[in-house]
DNA sequence: CTGGATCCCTCACGATACTG
DNA sequence: CAGTATCGTGAGGGATCCAG
């Protein structure tokens, strides 16, 4: 363990010490989303070896940062979800998200896309300014796997996984639907070009495209 | 290279892929304090293997986050600076400094403190509100090594290593200084018990001591 | 002295198989 | 469903060496 740590009394170096191992960052976003069972984790992050995903969950209770609880019956389901503490990472993790996604070039080989970290990406997105007064929900679909309810309220948002009632529009696109949120695509190009598809009032289309955004937008690294 | 990817077209799996490798996120905690030559990074980084220093750079450097120049003579040194991506890591390294300093508890056996963390903890934990109207400049000394100078004026402030002017005040210290921070300690007591030392005027010492916080304070996880 | 490169060893990670 | 067991590989750790 001390030949692990970094040996230096900071704070950024501690966060390193308990959240910085390989994947944790990432068991971390999905769980800001909600409580998952060990089987929802591992769908989740596919490539993660279910030994590591272990691993990193004792760890992750043993500092405080995760419980892991049994749900009453009869659901008798284990369930791991955030501590106190580990909530307040929620900050650390959106401003890394944004700084990442501005890198986000098209989807390589075997890349894939996972409801969760969707859900996130809309919070983090999120402009509460933009959303001033508005009142609309919108369902959010990405192939076949992922669809996404989200009820926008007065400059706040929440997303969802199960669509309680019919949403005002219905949005079908790929993960290029990144590109609305750099500004390097406009929403009119998106349905010319059939990136996205509607279904419902598609003045609603432009109104919801200015409420995310992801800011400083750059060039892909060139390699 | 794609075995060490994380599979997933994610904000927050790219940012890991770029900075999320051991020691990474350490280099650029203190390439955000100014340029830094090779020695300048192992002395701040004292356990870093120097290969593993060399490699960080490199990569750093392939994905356009830091940038090698050589200096003009008559210094002819190369430095490593951040590039403006890089630059734009700066919101998440406070945040998630800010949350690991929560778990800042005694100092542990073999860490050290080094400058550029504790002017990266400065400029983190600074409340521009409180320091509204404010102008004054004070020293802040911990053992032998660690001088650093911080100028503030109305809501901004800057800290370097060059002592340009008598300050203020000098505040001599150790690392027990973070328990003000998070209000764990009061600047009454922090003098009573001789935790602090001030060479100054003292009326100024509260002052400065409300001008930087660590929020969310909470208790050191059981081990 | 700066700015690394090289070597060797260890352990964390990754893949797969298996169990309560 | 919710993990544990086993084992091979390669990245990180640490010491040393080398060129300008």
Not at 98 to 105: D, E, R
Request: with cysteine; glycine share 8%; aromatic share 6%.
């Amino acid at each position: 363990m001390a030949s692990r740590g970094y040996g230096q009394y900071c704070g950024l170096a501690r966060a390193l010490e308990l959240v910085g191992e390989r994947w944790a960052l990432l068991i971390i976003r999905d769980l800001l989303v909600g409580p998952r069972r060990f089987t929802d984790l591992r769908k989740g992050l596919p490539r993660i070896p279910s030994n590591v995903l272990s691993d990193r969950l004792k760890e992750l209770e043993r500092d405080g940062i995760v419980r892991r609880r049994v749900l009453p019956r009869p659901a008798s389901a284990t369930v791991y979800e955030l501590t106190e503490y580990g909530l307040q990472l929620e900050q650390a993790v959106i401003q890394l998200g944004l700084w990442g996604a501005q890198s986000l070039g098209e989807v390589r080989a075997h890349e894939v896309v996972t409801p969760d970290s969707i859900t996130m990406a809309l919070r983090s997105t999120f402009r509460p300014e933009a959303a001033r007064g508005k009142h609309l929900s919108f369902e959010l679909r990405m192939g076949p796997e992922i669809r996404l309810h989200a009820q926008v309220e007065d400059g706040t948002i929440q997303v969802s996984e199960q669509h309680s009632e019919k949403p005002d529009l219905v949005i079908d696109c790929g993960p290029a639907f990144k590109d609305l949120l750099t500004r390097e695509l406009s929403p009119e190009a998106a349905l010319q070009q059939g990136i996205v598809r509607l279904d419902g009032d598609p003045k609603l289309f432009d109104s919801v495209a200015q409420m995310f955004y992801i800011p400083g937008h750059r060039e892909t690294a060139h390699v």
